[in-house]
């Protein structure tokens, strides 16, 4: 089993800057890709990013691509996500989930609780 537990989410005006972290613990992380997704109220989760096991590959939505980065430290267990050049659209619940490397929300295995992101403009 692995836990995960997101962290670094907040409030912060458009144009600003958020790392969200997710780091894992009773089994360790670097097996799996680890993908985020995002759910605002009403909509359907989205895909955000995904990082491979090693953090060799990537793959990011049109929506965040060139503004979120994502990257992974296996020694701590931890995946981040860095967010910059906020919009008030990126605003959600932004959970993390270990898994096959894949977009698809079904395919992951484990999910965190996620932690909300507030974008004010």
């Known amino acids: 089993q692995v836990q995960l537990v997101e962290s670094g989410g907040g409030l912060v005006q458009a144009g600003g800057s958020l790392r969200l972290s997710c780091a894992a613990s009773?089994?360790?992380?670097?097996?799996?890709?680890v993908g985020w997704f995002r759910q605002a109220p009403g909509e359907e989760r989205e895909f955000v990013s995904v990082i491979s096991w090693n953090g060799g590959t990537t793959f990011y939505a049109v929506s965040v691509k060139g503004r979120f980065t994502i990257s992974r430290d296996n020694a701590k267990n931890t995946v981040y996500l860095q967010m910059n050049s906020l919009k008030p659209e990126d605003t959600a619940v932004y959970s993390c989930a270990a898994g096959r490397y894949t977009t698809t929300a079904g395919d992951y295995d484990y999910w965190g609780q996620g932690t909300q992101v507030t974008v004010s403009s």
């Open positions: 009773g089994r360790t992380l670097s097996t799996f890709a």
